[in-house]
């Protein structure tokens, strides 16, 4: 971010960063969220499954939010602090931000539909969601004065109003459309609380999100076992705090709110990728960010592997443009057989290569501490900004920072 707002360096404030696991991703990540929270930019930590983030969150006075089985929920169709800015706002404001709402809400829908499936929703399904989710929000506004749930969504497809049948294309019959909405209804009901992702994000919001401060979402409750309860808990909490730093710009554009600067991190990105054919579409436009916003982001993951390892061509197409629209793109060691990939997005001389190979080589025992010896690639990293030469650096801790980089904390006497 200092890169792009002070001296031009960057395109985009956003960086991809990924390395093996145990070079310290997460460690150099931590020291530019509390770099950057010095200077007044808030480091929004969405989705920590770790946790990684938490201890540093809590030590810079920031909020952290549980979420998982027996924790807290997320109601997907919550919109937070948008419903809020939206009530303050006028005119054009109010109908951009209210749109924004609308697709934002689709958008999660049909991501937890896809995570469930392993396949994205139709074109008549989606079609169908958005016609539903509008007789659902006039009913709403009706004077309920509750925010609606899945639940709701699912009754208003049961109840068969005029408006979703029209889109469904029933042609006038009931036993028609009851056909056409079944497999949806089915996937619906599936995310109520008996299904596979357990109701996490189908009750109410257990805490909300506040836009003055660093945040954490965290979800390290959930077992990696439960790779699609993960997926699911990311890609919810992505979209949350997206459209919460949208309601904050929003309100900041008509002089309601100041002006705030955020850093966006999304850590382990390969889990919502592989979660389900499509779903990396959901992503591409969560982080299509216009450098107007504000917002600075940071994309982590293990390997450009995880990447390519998606089903299909066009996945795997547009999630190497993760890598190719960063502003900066940091690496920690890799294996050898990373390299032809990596080079065909980053350009890389031999040497370089020879560098981030080395790093990742495994750690010796140190026979004279009877333990494992550190590995020679912890905390190196070799910054990467287009074709310009890669700057090689060391990240070093303070004492300072020490309690807050502890992640194992279990193994500790």
């Known amino acids: 971010m200092s890169w792009?707002?002070?001296?031009?360096?960057?395109?985009?404030?956003?960086?991809?960063?990924l390395g093996r696991p145990g070079l310290g991703k997460s460690t150099v990540v931590r020291r530019m969220a509390l770099g950057l929270s010095g200077y007044g930019v808030h480091p929004l930590i969405f989705g920590?499954?770790?946790?990684?983030?938490?201890?540093?969150?809590?030590?810079?006075?920031?909020?952290?939010?549980?979420?998982?089985?027996g924790r807290g929920s997320l109601n997907v169709?919550?919109?937070?602090?948008?419903?809020?800015?939206?009530?303050?706002l006028t005119g054009d404001a109010r109908s951009r931000l209210l749109a924004d709402i609308h697709g934002r809400r689709l958008h999660m829908?049909?991501?937890?539909?896809?995570?469930?499936?392993?396949?994205?929703?139709?074109?008549?399904?989606?079609?169908i969601l958005s016609a539903a989710l509008n007789v659902l929000d006039d009913r709403h506004d009706s004077g309920t004065g509750r925010i609606p749930v899945l639940g709701d969504l699912v009754h208003v497809i049961k109840d068969a109003p005029d408006a979703?049948?029209?889109?469904?294309?029933?042609?006038?019959?009931?036993?028609?459309y009851w056909d056409i909405t079944e497999n949806l209804e089915a996937s619906l009901t599936a995310l109520l609380g008996d299904g596979r992702l357990g109701g996490t994000f189908a009750r109410p919001t257990t805490e909300a999100m506040k836009l003055d401060r660093p945040v954490c979402f965290d979800v390290s409750g959930i077992d990696d076992s439960d790779a699609l309860l993960q997926a699911?808990?990311?890609?919810?909490c992505w979209s949350y705090g997206f459209g919460a730093v949208s309601a904050a710009h929003a309100l900041a554009d008509a002089g309601l709110e100041p002006q705030r600067n955020y850093f966006l991190v999304m850590d382990e990105l390969w889990r919502v990728l592989q979660a389900g054919r499509g779903l990396v579409d959901r992503v591409n436009a969560l982080t299509r960010l216009d450098r107007q916003r504000g917002v600075g982001l940071a994309m982590i993951t293990h390997s450009i592997d995880d990447l390519l390892a998606l089903p299909t061509e066009a996945d795997r197409t547009k999630a190497k443009g993760f890598i190719e629209r960063a502003g900066m793109v940091i690496c920690a060691g890799l294996p050898p057989a990373e390299m032809p990939q990596l080079a065909q997005v980053v350009e890389l001389t031999e040497a370089e290569k020879r560098l981030l190979v080395d790093w990742s080589t495994p750690p010796a025992w140190d026979g004279a501490n009877g333990r494992r010896a550190d590995p020679p690639g912890l905390g190196n990293f070799l910054i990467k900004v287009g074709s310009r030469p890669g700057i090689p650096l060391h990240v070093d801790l303070t004492a300072a920072e020490l309690e807050v980089n502890n992640t194992n904390k279990r193994w500790n006497k």
């Open 109 to 127: 829908v049909s991501a937890l539909v896809t995570i469930l499936r392993s396949a994205p929703p139709t074109d008549r399904e989606e079609t």
């Open 164 to 176: 979703v049948r029209a889109v469904a294309l029933d042609r006038g019959d009931i036993n028609r």
């Open 4 to 17: 792009f707002m002070r001296r031009g360096l960057l395109a985009n404030p956003s960086m991809f960063l």
């Open 48 to 69: 920590d499954l770790k946790p990684d983030y938490v201890d540093l969150i809590k030590a810079i006075g920031g909020q952290v939010i549980s979420l998982g089985r």
């Open 77 to 88: 169709l919550d919109p937070g602090e948008s419903i809020r800015a939206a009530a303050r």
């Open 232 to 236: 699911a808990a990311l890609l919810s």
